[in-house]
């Protein structure tokens, strides 16, 4: 488990292990990606890039449990998600890279 306290602020909820997936794993060793600004939004309850309806979706898993989930248009051509599970034994980091607009 990761414990987070960032300056005096406590997050909105447990975490659990924090998972990336090959590609975020791929983007952080590349020097192309800091994940931990995008992942303190997440915990903070800075949902990002998500429509109001799946705000509200979120709102509601903070009170009964839910999957949490953000979404960060990081780059034009990279857009990062950050989903923690229901349980809240793991949050995953994961990369959406639009390679059509990289080969532009």
Known sequence: MILVKIG???P???CGALV?????DTLVRSGKLD???????????????????????????LKDGSRLM????VEPELKLWIITEADRSVTTLLAQLNVSKVRS
Not at 70 to 73: L, R
């Open 70 to 73: 953000s979404s960060y248009q």
């Open 8 to 10: 005096t602020y406590e």
């Open 35 to 61: 994940p931990f600004h995008y992942f303190t939004r997440h915990i903070k309850g800075d949902w990002g890039d998500l429509c109001e309806e799946d705000h509200q979706i979120n709102a509601d898993a």
């Open 12 to 14: 909105l909820f447990q």
């Open 20 to 24: 990336f997936t090959t590609g975020v």
